[in-house]
């Protein structure tokens, strides 16, 4: 009896809060919400705990971002708190990857990348369908539930919970075409504002040793030509609908000696790489795998004697990737 | 007359074997019979290409790579890898400084490679004479072809794997082996050249799904969820 009660009183709050908010229900709010967001994950500083689900994995990580003010650069430290030790910590334009088992990795950027507007609403809003549906509680906080509904098989649909006051990202959840939920992150507790002195120290501590520094030369996409990048010799001969290129760069392939032209490409919500280098395994071989919300595909193309091998990684399905890496191609040549 | 029977029989377990490996549910003994056959064998061929073009009806999909003879780009790689082999070893004598600087997890793909020597170019290819269909060439002379050769698709396997039985598993390469080539290969030894193929994918799926994370955090300044995702490779 008294479990029915609570249920009733919970579907009356519920069925308020969602009348409440009939009234924003137009997408172009919800793509204000979206901006918002990606304003506020930059401009606030913060910070908290989150969980992490992906298939029968839990994982907690804490992070710590410090906003860019006119003295200091953005700033940011995430931290695996389960299983090995690993930490990103992010400063200007340097990165650093420290895992426990596979050293310091550090990423060092020529220049200051430009910053891609993820959860742009422009761009977005062609692509997804963009809905508020209601209010919860996260973190105990208020947050808003945006669903983002793909229009075509090609990229991932995500629910959205924004916090009320910031629009910072509370919740996401990761849904595929059958609506199977393939990753979940959350945060437990996050504190907005100034930092704390000790917890800014933390946030100034980079890792003492470097045990490989990756020098990436890039360049936007609107930059085009820079003179230290070449254009690629390499074409992708189709991209899914509203996937714009966002940067090209060139850095020294993880795998190989060779170096690795790394291209990103975003559609405002799910960005995905393309990474293309000289290949001198000679062992031909195509692989696809399905890393959590990671689709991952390699592929092997041919140009006179040169093999070259294709690796595409992003939050999008595998069909997309495969046909992403199926369709990268050599330029021709003009003569 | 008893014999003819026995072959006939043969020809329809051949045939039979052959659906099974276009589904990719070929047990590795079923494959190597397969593949045996279909070199031999030109009605083979054209079945398993008939088989291939059924199935894709099936499943929705149109190839791209109906109409490209891939069994000869694979045998023409597998010739070319002999000399490429012999190349690289002898290269390996002299580059021994260069070879120094090279990253740690490079060094751990290459150490793979090298000692996955030929028997994974038979395995991480040869499954691809399965699945490559139509011989629009039935001649093959194989080192003219190496050298002519055109397009760069034909030495493309295709993956037939079903991934998504597994959420989060590794789908390795699908392997089998021409055993005209390669008739001293032990299925432990075949089963040892896998796991190693599949490791160095993995390997590379995970040095590369970090460059992701990075690009898309220095990209987007939001690095939360894409490092968040690095937690999926730990328990691999």
Do not use: C
Request: zero cysteines.
């Amino acid at each position: 009896m008294k479990k029915m009660q609570w249920i009733t009183r919970k579907l009356l709050v519920l069925s308020l809060f969602v009348s409440g908010f009939v009234y924003a229900d137009t997408s172009s709010d919800a793509g204000y919400l979206l901006e918002r967001m990606a304003v506020s994950s930059k401009g606030l500083s913060f910070q908290g705990e989150f969980v992490y689900q992906q298939g029968a994995q839990l994982q907690t990580l804490s992070i710590i971002h410090q906003a860019k003010n006119q003295k200091i650069s953005e700033k940011e430290r995430i931290l695996y708190l389960d299983g090995a030790p690993r930490e990103v910590v992010r400063s200007g334009n340097e990165l650093f990857f420290s895992s426990y088992n596979e050293g310091v990795t550090k990423f060092q950027h020529g220049s200051l990348l430009p910053v891609i507007n993820k959860f742009q609403s422009g761009v977005s809003e062609s692509f997804y369908d963009l809905k508020i549906v209601g209010i919860d509680r996260v973190a105990g906080r208020e947050a808003v539930l945006l669903l983002v509904l793909p229009k075509d098989r090609f990229r991932y649909g995500y629910q959205l919970w924004l916090d009320r006051e910031s629009s910072l990202l509370l919740k996401s959840v990761l849904v595929d075409d059958q609506g199977k939920i393939i990753e979940r992150l959350q945060f437990t507790s996050l504190s907005i504002g100034q930092l704390s002195d000790d917890v800014l120290v933390l946030l100034n501590r980079k890792p003492s040793t470097v045990d490989e520094t990756i020098h990436i030369k890039s360049s936007s996409a609107k930059e085009y030509p820079e003179k230290d990048v070449a254009p690629p010799d390499w074409e992708t001969g189709w991209l899914p609908d509203g996937f714009v290129l966002e940067n090209r760069s060139i850095r020294p392939s993880p795998v190989s000696r060779h170096d690795v032209d790394a291209l990103i490409f975003s559609d405002g919500i799910a960005t995905f790489s393309v990474f293309v280098e000289q290949d001198d395994t000679r062992v031909l071989s195509q692989a696809s795998e399905k890393i959590g919300a990671l689709s991952a595909v390699s592929k092997i193309y041919r140009e006179g004697d040169q093999y070259f091998h294709v690796t595409v990684v992003g939050d999008i399905p595998l069909g997309t990737a495969e046909r992403v890496a199926v369709s990268v191609r050599p330029v021709k040549m003009k003569p | 007359m008893s014999e003819k029977g026995s072959q006939h029989s043969a020809r329809e377990q051949l045939k039979e074997s052959l659906s099974v490996s276009l589904d990719g549910q070929a047990s590795e003994l079923e494959l190597r019979r397969v593949i045996d056959g279909i070199g031999k064998d030109d009605e083979l061929r054209t079945l398993a290409g008939r088989y291939q073009l059924i199935g894709e009806a099936l499943r929705g999909k149109s190839s791209k790579f109906v109409n490209v003879d891939i069994s000869r780009g694979v045998m023409s790689a597998i010739e070319q890898e002999e000399v490429d082999n012999a190349f690289s070893q002898s290269e390996s004598g002299v580059g021994g400084s260069s070879s120094a600087i090279i990253s740690r997890s490079g060094r751990f793909v290459e150490d793979v490679w090298a000692s996955l020597g030929k028997v994974a170019v038979a395995a991480s290819v040869a499954f691809a004479v399965v699945i490559g269909v139509r011989n629009s060439n039935p001649t093959p002379e194989l080192q003219v072809l190496a050298e002519n050769e055109p397009a760069a698709t034909l030495t493309q396997p295709v993956q037939l794997a079903q991934i998504g039985s597994n959420d989060y598993g590794a789908s390795g390469i699908r392997a089998g082996y021409n055993s005209k080539q390669h008739d001293s290969i032990t299925p432990e030894q075949l089963a040892y050249a896998q796991s190693l193929a599949d490791r160095a994918t993995r390997e590379r799926f995970h040095a590369y799904a970090l460059q992701h994370a990075e690009l898309s955090a220095m990209g987007s300044g939001q690095s939360i969820l894409s490092f968040a995702r690095l937690t999926s490779f730990d328990n691999q």
